[in-house]
Each structure stands twice: as C-alpha cells, then as structure tokens.
Nanobody
C-alpha cells in the first residue's frame, strides 16, 4: 500500500502562483510514476501532469503546458507541482496518484493509489 497526501492548495488571484506537494509513504519502492489530476465541479477528472520517478521525465496536459512544472525529490518521497500564471479555469480539486508501471500516464485507470485532494481556487 502507498499513501499519498497532497498539500499546498489555497485561494489565489489570477496570475498568482502556487506549489502543490504530494508526499508518499508506505511501500513506495514499486512506484514508477506520480501523476496529478484535477476535477472541477460538474466536470470530468482531467490529466494535469506526470513524472517518472527514476528519470524525472515529465509530461503535461495541453491546458497547463508552459505554466505548470512538475518535479520530484526522491529522498523525501515527494512530488511537486509548481503552478504559475494561474487562471480561474484552473480552479479544481487537485489529486495526486501513483502508477506502478510504464502505462499511459493520462489514463486514470492506470493509477493504483490516490490521495484525498487539495483545493485550488483562482479568483478573477
């Protein structure tokens, strides 16, 4: 089992930045990658970003490319999502999730463990 805890969400204005953290604990040795997803009220959960833990290779959803940056600190078992130039449409509950193999990183079904989420609200 892997436990994931997100933190860093909050209420900010458009154009501001936030950094989310995803701290992993438990049997993390089998974790291949960590992904971030978000879900706004009334909308489907959307892929945001993913990072492969060994190589650090990142991927991003189209809506956040050029604004968000994912990174990891393997010593701390923590993945970060730096979110810059935030927009009101970024408002959502942000989840991190763990993947145990080299699957399609945008496929929610490939992630085995999920955190409880952290709320990000961007006012205009």
């Amino acid at each position: 089992q892997v436990q994931l805890v997100e933190s860093g969400g909050g209420l900010v204005q458009a154009g501001d930045s936030l950094r989310l953290s995803c701290a992993a604990s438990g049997r993390t040795i089998g974790t291949y990658a960590i992904g971030w997803f978000r879900q706004a009220p009334g909308k489907e959960r959307e892929f945001v970003s993913n990072i492969r833990l060994r190589s650090g290779y990142p991927t991003y959803g189209d809506s956040v490319k050029g604004r968000f940056l994912i990174s990891r600190d393997n010593d701390k078992n923590t993945v970060y999502l730096q979110m810059n130039n935030l927009k009101p449409e970024d408002t959502a509950l942000y989840y991190c999730a763990a993947m145990t193999g080299a699957w399609d990183e945008t496929d929610q079904g490939r992630y085995v463990y999920w955190g409880q989420g952290t709320q990000v609200t961007v006012s205009s």
